[in-house]
């Protein structure tokens, strides 16, 4: 049973007419006289009692009723399957690590979605190890975050730096000073991220550099949180920018010496998609646009 045969038959049931469906559909009256007898032959009983005026059999009646249906899902179904091709639709799953799922990416996410409607996003925040664990399983299209611990199944393209400074409290001791190093940090309670975080990983490796091996530390699970703590005089903590505009109340902001913690953010997909497809790809070079340009902007 074809589609346009079933069309043609709704049709001329809507104008009682083989003439009428001739003409909206475009068609010689002898393409529907055609079609009409095909489907006939194919449904194996009359649809209709040819007259003067057109009259559906019970089978007739029937077809009609439940191919209404058939045909818009299946109209529906095409449409869906051309926006696939082009691009303009499909499901693309997106992994992020903070503070650029908070702060970034719900912005880019709107616009993006107010031009293609059609496209479903699912967000999963994480870390960069489990972002990129997720990847080569083939549960995440792409992922926003720090550089990764690249193999030859993963590709990572760098788009921004995210910096870093220290937010203490206002009457904090080291509040007096201009800029803050990685000496003044000894001494005071420093609030850190996971032991998995990059971000906690590199700021470890810089204070060996320097041969700090002894910190009072706190350990607090989440980027985000952390000014929160800090908030709360619980310590100094190393922070994304981002996250401290405005200043929260009751603390100040100092600049790090050197970019000491500064991290390289971007995409990541596997090597082997490194050119995403239709709707990915789409995705893709957005967010590589709106985020490649926070590195223009330093």
């Known amino acids: 049973m074809d589609i346009k045969m079933l069309k043609t038959f709704q049709m001329i049931v809507k104008y009682s007419s083989f003439v009428r469906a001739a003409e909206e559909m475009n068609y010689a009256q002898s393409t529907v006289t055609m079609q009409m007898q095909k489907l006939e032959a194919d449904m194996g009983v009359q649809l209709m009692e040819r007259g003067k005026k057109i009259k559906l059999t019970e089978a007739g009646r029937l077809l009609y009723e439940q191919s209404l249906h058939i045909v818009q899902d299946m109209e529906q179904l095409q449409k869906n399957m051309e926006e696939l091709q082009t691009g303009t639709a499909g499901h693309i799953r997106i992994g992020v690590t903070e503070p650029t799922a908070s702060y970034r990416l719900p912005r880019i996410l709107k616009r993006f ?177 709106e985020l490649g340009e926070l590195s223009e902007a330093h």
Not at 254 to 267: A, W
Not at 270 to 287: D, F, N
């Open 113 to 289: 979605l107010s031009n293609y409607p059609n496209i479903r996003i699912s967000v999963e925040f994480g870390n960069t190890p489990t972002l990129s664990e997720r990847i080569l399983k083939g549960d995440m299209d792409v992922a926003l975050c720090s550089a990764p611990d690249l193999g030859t199944e993963l590709y990572f393209e760098p788009l921004f730096k995210e910096n870093f400074v220290v937010l203490m409290p206002e009457h904090h001791p080291l509040a007096e000073k201009e800029c803050i190093g990685p000496a003044d940090l000894q001494g005071h309670r420093l609030l850190i991220t996971s032991t998995i975080c990059p971000y906690r990983r590199k700021l470890e490796m810089v204070m060996k550099e320097y041969g700090i091996t002894t910190l009072d530390t706190m350990e607090i699970g989440s980027m985000t949180a952390l000014k929160s703590y800090v908030e709360s005089d619980l310590g100094i903590a190393l922070v994304p920018q981002i996250l401290v505009s405005p200043v929260p109340a009751g603390t100040v902001v100092k600049e790090l010496s050197g970019s000491l913690i500064d991290m390289t953010f971007g995409l990541l997909c596997k090597a082997t998609e490194a050119a995403l497809k239709l709707a990915g790809a789409r995705l893709y070079s957005v967010l590589k646009q």
